[in-house]
């Protein structure tokens, strides 16, 4: 019952014009300044609920390089459980309300998607949970350490020349 319940709320939404500009780019949605992973594959350690329905798409990167290159060309990038307007997750939505007080341009990939990418960010960071935030490519931590950075104003601190960069690009 819950499920074709929520299969019938979701087709309802589906079919409901976007409010805001975007594109789809290799498995990614692009709105505004925020990137959202928008493929889903199976992950036997998710509950039925959750499960994902479809598998990401081959790019020809190793998942490993994936990462590498999220982190890289990103100066604010989260691995977290669903995407930033619809975390599935108190810790993601936890993070991600911090990182939208800065008002920075925020990237992110939904680790619900694919098994293979979770255990690529947990290998390259050396995390076992999420979310997971890298700012300039430095790994920061995850919600705990994001709030407490945002109450010591040390988050402000390494976002301030994301903010600026950001606002310099989209202004030129």
């Not at 939404?13 to 290799?26: G, N, Q």
């Not at 108190?90 to 939208?100: E, H, I, N, Y």
Request: proline letters at 5%; glycine letters at 6%; hydrophobic letters at 35%.
């Amino acid at each position: 019952m819950a499920r074709s319940l929520s299969n019938l709320v979701l087709k309802g939404m589906s079919s409901l014009p976007s409010t805001h500009s975007s594109r789809a780019i290799s498995g990614s949605f692009y709105n505004r300044a925020m990137r959202y992973s928008t493929t889903v594959t199976s992950d036997s350690d998710t509950h039925e609920d959750f499960k994902p329905t479809n598998k990401l798409p081959s790019s020809g990167l190793s998942v490993l390089d994936v990462v590498k290159q999220d982190i890289k060309e990103n100066p604010v990038m989260i691995y977290m459980k669903g995407v930033p307007d619809i975390p599935r997750c108190g810790f993601s939505a936890l993070a991600v309300r911090v990182l939208k007080e800065y008002k920075v341009p925020l990237s992110a990939r939904n680790i619900l998607e694919d098994l293979e990418l979770k255990n690529a960010v947990k290998s390259y960071s050396c995390w076992p949970t999420f979310p997971q935030l890298f700012i300039k490519g430095e790994f920061i931590g995850g919600s705990d350490i994001i709030l407490n950075m945002h109450q010591t104003g040390e988050l402000k601190e390494k976002l301030k020349d994301v903010s600026t960069e950001a606002s310099t690009e989209n202004s030129g």
